[in-house]
């Protein structure tokens, strides 16, 4: 497959292996399971129950290899989707589904865009307009990495927000694995491999890690979303989500390259620089 390899520059190479995509893991994966065909298949052949964070890390560590591996990213692409392959049968409802029905692959690759818009909202600096636009052009080529159809992908931003609106309104509903989630995040600590730093931040703003991941993970949410899934939130709730952005958000800068970004993209790019430097000693040509 010819699909250009991220590198140094994209905006994938500077978000995709930060920490803080901790924070908006939870919620990522309950808008995915609100998906019926998702749902399903991850309620039947996912082990999030027993190692919730761990699942989500996994799927981090996948990301990072389709951002950070250069010319490997498509391997990783084609190994996830034979891994997803015989991932089918009937739902409660008996509704057929498979893992790799083009609506619902999409919806799972797409939710991460919106993410790291939330992210950036919640927990650090928005996004501009024209930033928003870069991010969706990379998204797009990244989709093209993992197999994800073209007719399933909205051409440009606008387009997607149109179709995010429309899945969360008329698509998704409020499955049970949904439900199963938010339980298990509920009794869940703070993210593992979360910097001491940040999980310095993170205990004071609530009680109990548990408790914590639970609230950033409904917070998070859109409010569409919330209503959908019958999950208050107030107007207090909203501050004390912002107390915390706006501490996470005034601490990742000032955090070493080797606590703001998790292993696979810490090394990529230290090797990155490391090459370019080799690159501008090396003898030029007379």
Not at 81 to 91: A, F, K, M, Q, Y
Not at 123 to 128: A, D, L, R
Not at 151 to 158: I, S
Not at 180 to 192: G, I, K, N, Q, Y
Request: aromatic share 8%; hydrophobic share 40%; net charge positive.
């Amino acid at each position: 497959m010819d699909v250009e390899p991220f590198g140094p520059g994209s905006m994938h190479w500077e978000s995709a292996g930060e920490y803080r995509n901790l924070l908006v893991a939870g919620s990522a994966l309950v808008l995915q399971t609100m998906h019926p065909a998702v749902g399903a298949a991850v309620a039947r052949h996912s082990g999030f129950r027993q190692d919730p964070w761990g699942r989500l890390n996994r799927t981090l560590e996948s990301v990072q290899r389709w951002v950070y591996g250069g010319a490997a990213g498509p391997a990783e692409g084609v190994r996830l989707r034979e891994l997803h392959r015989p991932i089918s049968g009937v739902d409660e409802r008996g509704r057929p589904y498979h893992a790799l029905n083009g609506e619902a692959w999409a919806w799972v690759h797409l939710t991460l865009f919106e993410r790291y818009i939330v992210l950036n909202r919640c927990f650090g600096v928005p996004y501009t307009e024209e930033q928003e636009r870069r991010l969706y052009a990379e998204t797009r080529r990244l989709g093209a990495i993992l197999r994800v159809p073209a007719r399933e992908v909205p051409g440009d931003v606008e387009a997607f927000r149109r179709y995010f609106e429309a899945m969360v309104a008329g698509r998704l509903e409020a499955h049970p694995t949904a439900f199963e989630v938010l339980s298990v995040l509920r009794m869940s600590p703070a993210p593992p491999g979360l910097p001491g730093p940040l999980r310095r931040v993170w205990g004071p703003v609530g009680a109990g890690s548990g408790g914590l991941t639970f609230f950033v993970t409904v917070g998070t949410l859109p409010p569409a979303v919330r209503e959908k899934l019958g999950l208050a939130w107030t107007a207090r709730d909203e501050r004390r989500l912002g107390h915390l952005g706006r501490a996470v958000a005034a601490l990742t800068p000032r955090l070493p390259e080797r606590l703001r970004y998790m292993p696979i993209a810490y090394h990529a790019r230290k090797a990155a620089r490391r090459s370019l430097r080799d690159a501008e000693r090396a003898p030029r040509p007379a």
